[in-house]
């Protein structure tokens, strides 16, 4: 299938059919000050990509047993990261709490950090704006389709895929096109390492830190919803406290990092743009497709609706 290809060549090349990668400028710094000084850095966070968050019944909704330890993990993980580009002298953070059920912990966050949350129904760029130096991403998860990826899905696990001008793209991607359209560059990413191998692939030279390594092989496709969100459970994890240790040293090397290579971070796609969503079957509904377009405005665009229709085989 053209989608099957145009996938293998984007993990592959990390340059799929219509995505390109700009440079964008580093701020000009004062003599001796550290690399990242004055930088704002925005940090995404999701729930799934956390490590020793073990499957989504268990951990990811409200009602979850575990529910509690696994937005103290989080917001924890995310509190590495403050501290890892505090120390490369980033001084201004915002999280943007990105778990649909939300996640962070605002008793726990850093007191450094600004929390955002809550955008209506025009949601991207989840408060991210033009402006902004850095922007990082927690506990994420792979998109959908993934191999050997743990939890991983597109929005929900209901979407079979997503792609932007025929390139998959999952909730990583979504968001880190938003950033070059607004000059924000991408630097650091944590999760699990199906979604660190994505988010190099999109972001040649990112700094990604793996918390936890999923086994189950094989993509899904011939699983309905329901089924696709029991499948990816098995994975094998870092301790949280060495996750954070990790994450901590890995975000330092980022920001340190960005201040001396000035093509590391900001990824465009050539217009104009094109979003088609495929939905998985559910309770005897067939598969479905919804396609939009938008001749120059990537942020429009993910904002669009779609109407769905049956998708033809």
Do not use: Q
């Given at each position: 299938?053209?989608?099957?290809?145009?996938?293998?060549?984007?993990?592959?090349?990390?340059?799929?059919?219509?995505?390109?990668?700009?440079?964008?400028?580093?701020?000009?710094?004062?003599?001796?000050?550290?690399?990242?000084?004055?930088?704002?850095?925005?940090?995404?966070t999701d729930l799934e990509?956390?490590?020793?968050?073990?499957?989504?019944?268990?951990?990811?909704?409200?009602?979850s047993r575990y529910h509690e330890m696994a937005r103290e993990f989080l917001t924890l993980e995310v509190n590495a990261a403050i501290e890892g580009f505090a120390q490369g002298g980033a001084t201004e953070f915002l999280v943007a709490d990105g778990?649909?059920?939300?996640?962070?912990?605002?008793?726990l966050l850093d007191p450094r950090a600004r929390l955002a949350r809550n955008w209506g129904s025009r949601p991207y760029p989840f408060s991210l704006e033009k402006g902004m130096d850095y922007a990082a991403w927690i506990g994420q998860h792979a998109m959908a389709r993934t191999e050997c990826a743990h939890l991983a899905h597109t929005g929900s696990f209901g979407v079979f895929e997503c792609t932007l001008n025929g390139a998959p793209v999952g909730e990583f991607g979504q968001v880190a096109l938003c950033a070059g359209q607004l000059g924000v560059r991408t630097i650091f990413g944590s999760g699990d390492l199906a979604f660190t191998i994505e988010a190099a692939a999109l972001v040649p030279g990112i700094e990604t830190v793996a918390v936890k390594r999923g086994t189950i092989a094989g993509r899904g496709d011939e699983c309905d919803a329901d089924a696709y969100a029991r499948r990816n459970l098995a994975a094998i994890h870092d301790q949280p406290v060495r996750a954070r240790n990790r994450i901590r040293d890995g975000a330092r090397r980022a920001i340190e990092r960005a201040g001396t290579e000035p093509g590391l971070g900001v990824v465009r796609l050539a217009r104009p743009f094109e979003r088609v969503t495929t939905l998985r079957s559910r309770a005897g509904q067939p598969r479905r497709v919804g396609r939009a377009t938008h001749p120059d405005d990537v942020i429009a665009l993910m904002n669009g609706s779609l109407s769905y229709e049956p998708l033809k085989q």
């Open positions: 299938m053209k989608a099957d290809r145009n996938r293998r060549d984007f993990l592959r090349t990390g340059i799929a059919t219509g995505i390109g990668l700009a440079t964008g400028g580093a701020r000009v710094r004062a003599a001796g000050s550290p690399r990242g000084a004055g930088s704002s850095v925005y940090i995404m990509g956390v490590a020793c968050v073990l499957d989504f019944e268990n951990w990811c909704t409200p009602d778990h649909g059920h939300g996640a962070i912990h605002p008793k």
